[in-house]
Every structure is written in C-alpha cells, then in structure tokens.
C-alpha cells in the first residue's frame, strides 16, 4: 500500500496548528488564576423575612469557625464543596449552593428550613416544627408562631400537629387568630385566638395508620371545625359580645356548649342546628 506522505504531514501540521490555536485562545481568554484571591463573598439567606433564623453573620461565623472563610483566600484553593457540606450540618440549613465569578466573588446561596409551629410539650420539651413537619431542635424566638403545648408526643407533634398547622397557616383568616393551640390528654385540641378572650375546643382529630387518610382527616377536620367556629363568631358573638363566653365548645355536632365567664356565674349551652353552624 503506497502512503502518500506528503498529505499526512499537511494534515498532521494542520492539526497541531489547529490544536494551538484552541490552546492559545483558551489561554488569552481564561488567563492564569492560580495567584488570585477572593476580593469578595456574597451570602445570600432565601426567605429571610419569614420568621427564618439564619443572617449573614451567622453563616460567615459558621465558616470561620471552620476556617472555610473564603475571604482572601486564593481562589484556586478554595474548595466549594467543603463549604457546602458543612453549612448542610446546620440544623437549620436545608440546601447550600457555592459558586466563583471572574472578578473573584465567592458566592454562598443559603435555602433555610422554616419554622412552622414551636412545640412547648407537657413533658418539658421545646422544640420547633418546619415548614415540611421535621422537627427542629434549638434556636431563637420567632414571635409570629403558633405556640403548640399539651399532650404532645414528638410522633403526634410531627404527625397530626403539623399537618393542622400547615392547615392552619394557608388559611389567611386563621393564620392571624390562632395564637396557640392546646392537646389535651384525651387527644382534643383547645385553641387560643388573638382576638377574643375565650377558649374554643374543637374535638378530636380521627386518628389513621395511613398517612394519606391522616392528611385528610385532618384537613376535613379543620375545614368542617374552624367553619363552624367563624359562623359561631359572625353570627352568635358579634351579637352578644366576644367577651361573654369563656369557653367554647365544637366537640358535638348538634350543639355548641358555651361557658361563661366567672362573674356571669351559670354555664350556658346552646342547641344550634348543624346546617347553620
């Protein structure tokens, strides 16, 4: 077989020439940046403004405690992998993103668990309840909270409060009413509200195995219990006034029975028609 040799070395120059070329203009563009430092790092905390407990400071304290810091560092030896696994230690931090830009910025994207409920349990526990009903140990005061105490069990705070104040919180009425909510031992929930110095209880919960049949007998629950209460308020205490009764109770469908308070001295129960409440 005859090589024509001549051809083989034209194409042979034409691909190192080639090969230059990209090198040359990978290097012009993408200069050395082995010696550069990081002139700047951007930390960003997404939804900081709903009751979230993480700032700036925080994560930055968190990276030097680490000596993770990215600040003055070169940037070649910055290693974004390691500051991503151990901001996710925190207890309070669900997802971290970590990037470079060309002009030297380190940039730290924080996505932080939300608080949903605090948990003041009977049993001396505290604790709070995120936004996805994973329980959340320690950290500060968040005023806005719907505080949950009683009878509560870490299994029922995560299974039945939870999806309650979920429920709870989408609804735009009863987010701004419910101050707390109260489990007592045989499993009915007592509510506070904002507004109104009065206690209303709303039964109890049907309990279910299945978490899918839980969810929606907590949601039916919600839906047919706090119904009835804002009818109770439009119609029975915007007549007789929100200070009358002491204590309102939702646990039978036929009736709600009413107490007074102290210095009205008699319990006073009402038959109401359950199509009406």
């Not at 290693?79 to 830009?101: M, P």
């Not at 299945?210 to 009818?231: M, P, S, Y």
Request: proline content about 3%; charged content about 25%.
């Amino acid at each position: 077989m005859h090589i024509n040799w001549k051809k083989t070395i034209i194409v042979a120059i034409d691909v190192v020439l080639a090969a230059y070329i990209v090198l040359a203009t990978t290097t012009f563009n993408h200069p050395d940046r082995s010696d550069e430092t990081c002139q700047k790092v951007r930390i960003r905390i997404a939804d900081n403004d709903s009751c979230g407990f993480l700032s700036a400071g925080d994560v930055k304290a968190m990276l030097n405690n680490k000596q993770l810091y990215p600040s003055g560092k070169k940037l070649s030896l910055i290693d974004l992998r390691a500051i991503e696994q151990t901001l996710k230690q925190n207890n309070f931090i669900s997802g971290v993103q970590c990037y470079k830009t060309q002009d030297g910025t380190v940039g730290v994207e924080v996505t932080q668990r939300l608080p949903m409920i605090r948990v003041k349990a009977d049993n001396g526990e505290d604790y709070f309840i995120d936004t996805e009903g994973k329980m959340m140990q320690g950290g500060g005061y968040a005023s806005d909270l719907i505080i949950a105490t009683g009878n509560i069990s870490q299994w029922y705070a995560c299974n039945y409060v939870a999806p309650l104040a979920r429920w709870i919180m989408a609804n735009e009425l009863w987010k701004n009413q419910v101050e707390q909510i109260n489990i007592l031992p045989d499993k009915s929930i007592e509510m506070a509200p904002r507004v109104g110095n009065h206690i209303a209880c709303l039964g109890r919960i049907p309990e279910s195995k299945d978490k899918a049949r839980r969810e929606r007998n907590i949601e039916n629950f919600a839906n047919r219990q706090f119904t009835r209460l804002d009818k109770f308020y439009k119609y029975g205490l915007n007549k007789v006034g929100w200070n009358k009764y002491s204590y309102i109770n939702l646990e039978f469908d036929n009736q709600i029975i009413c107490r007074k308070h102290k210095h009205n001295k008699q319990e006073t129960t009402e038959n109401i028609q359950p199509e009406k409440i």
